[in-house]
């Protein structure tokens, strides 16, 4: 009997917080369409001609194309809420640096275009010596978290989530 309230306490005591931590995760976006809502104020701000084209819909994914060498994917749960988006570019160009730029604008509103050229450099977008295929790097800022690495098959890929 002490043995199975000691085990109640302490299920308890360490397993439903990290339930509780899960289920209370909160996400980017609270749905598709809310995303796609600041995709185009941000799109609009900054004066770019970006649409989200070829949408595909799976069980927990988005998927659609920025442009021939952009792809972004909405990682979704059961309610459509969005928690991480990933953006891979394949190819050299400034669309892939300015897509990264859109993209950390529109999940986090309250920087300023110098502080999200800050993250970009912070995520050593802009190291020339920096060794991409043997390296991630990662930057959280606020509560958002930033990750950069690249592989050779895909190319760059930058994901973006909520800091638990």
């Known amino acids: 009997m002490k043995r199975t ?16 931590v899960m289920a209370t ?16 104020k941000e799109v609009k701000n900054l004066d770019l001609s970006y649409s ?6 799976e069980e927990e ?3 659609s194309k920025l442009d021939k060498d952009i792809t972004l994917i909405e990682n ?5 809420a969005v928690h991480e988006l990933v953006m891979v570019g394949q190819g050299e160009g400034m669309d892939i640096v300015l897509s990264m730029g859109l993209l950390i604008g529109i999940t986090n509103p309250n920087l300023n275009q110098s502080q999200v050229g800050t993250v970009l ?7 020339e010596s920096y060794q991409y295929q043997k390296n991630e790097t990662t930057v959280e800022k606020n509560t958002i978290r930033y990750n950069l690495k690249y592989d ?3 190319g ?4 973006i989530s909520k800091v638990n």
């Open 5 to 20: 309230i000691a085990t109640v306490i302490a299920t308890a005591y360490f397993v439903f917080p990290i339930i509780i």
């Open 25 to 40: 995760t909160l996400p980017l976006y609270n749905n598709h369409e809310e995303f796609i809502e600041a995709f185009n």
């Open 52 to 57: 989200l084209e070829n949408i595909k819909k």
């Open 61 to 63: 994914t988005i998927t």
């Open 76 to 80: 979704i749960d059961e309610k459509g």
């Open 121 to 127: 450099k912070e995520l050593r977008l802009f190291d």
């Open 152 to 154: 050779q098959s895909v």
């Open 156 to 159: 760059v890929i930058f994901s």
